[in-house]
């Protein structure tokens, strides 16, 4: 549907939730549109609560000139996922119910709305020492591989395989909550913008013009400070 058919997003969001959704007792709008910082592709998000549902899913579809994506939970259902996005360090959920714009309240939706933001707040668990050591060692293996490769269609998928893990030690390390895709980057630029510039500025020399040394300093730079790079003496599983 053409941009100029498009319906404001909460006028959208009102209508299809009268519409497809008879059931919701509270809904928040979220995304990029709603913080003003859509695309053309940017599509609306949106956090339904049932009080009667049982099981949460997930929905897509085009309604009103946009793309929507709706996660419909019970006042209940919302914590597993609040959970699992705490241990998975990457809080979608969390921030779409504590940033976005209610569009239908409930008494429920404030308590809800405050656990988001502390646990925002709280940031994810620190990871353990046995944890890095397992992570440093998945990283130094791509960065073996990654400086050994004489192929570059290879190497562009290890780069990119290694920017994502490399990018997520920094952040979790940190006891800093991590992303993926372009949330990463994001994650990144919250926690230090100058990091942020240099993994950019390292992976652009990379793919521009096949330029290795600044990501592989960049890298090693993300674990020296855990005790660099580990091959020798890693095991997982054996018995002690």
């Not at 959920?93 to 405050?114: C, F, Y």
């Not at 990379?206 to 890693?234: C, T, W």
């Amino acid at each position: 549907m053409a941009l100029s058919k498009r319906l404001e997003p909460l006028e959208a969001v009102k209508r299809i939730i009268d519409e497809r959704f008879p059931a919701c007792d509270a809904a928040i709008v979220a995304g990029s549109v709603i913080r003003g910082e859509g695309t053309a592709t940017s599509d609306l998000d949106i956090v339904l609560f049932e009080r009667e549902r049982q099981a949460s899913y997930r929905t897509s579809f085009f309604a009103y000139g946009w793309p929507m994506e709706v996660f419909v939970h019970s006042f209940l259902s919302y914590e597993n996922y609040f959970e699992s996005d705490r241990e998975r360090g990457q809080p979608s959920l969390q921030q779409m119910v504590s940033e976005g714009t209610i569009v239908r309240d409930a008494p429920e939706l404030k308590r809800i709305r405050e656990e988001a933001k502390q646990v925002l707040l709280e940031g994810p668990d620190l990871w353990s020492e046995s944890i890095i050591r397992e992570k440093r060692y998945f990283i130094t293996d791509l960065l073996e591989d990654f400086i050994g490769c004489s192929s570059r269609d290879e190497g562009i998928f290890i780069a990119g395989s290694l920017a994502e893990r490399t990018g997520d030690f920094i952040l979790r390390t940190n006891k800093c909550w991590s992303g993926s895709s372009k949330w990463l980057l994001r994650a990144l630029k919250r926690h230090d913008p100058t990091i942020a510039g240099q993994f950019s500025d390292a992976f652009d020399r990379y793919y521009r013009n096949g330029e290795k040394e600044s990501v592989i300093q960049l890298v090693d730079e993300a674990m020296v400070p855990h005790g660099g790079r580990l091959f020798e003496g890693f095991s997982i599983g054996k018995d002690t």
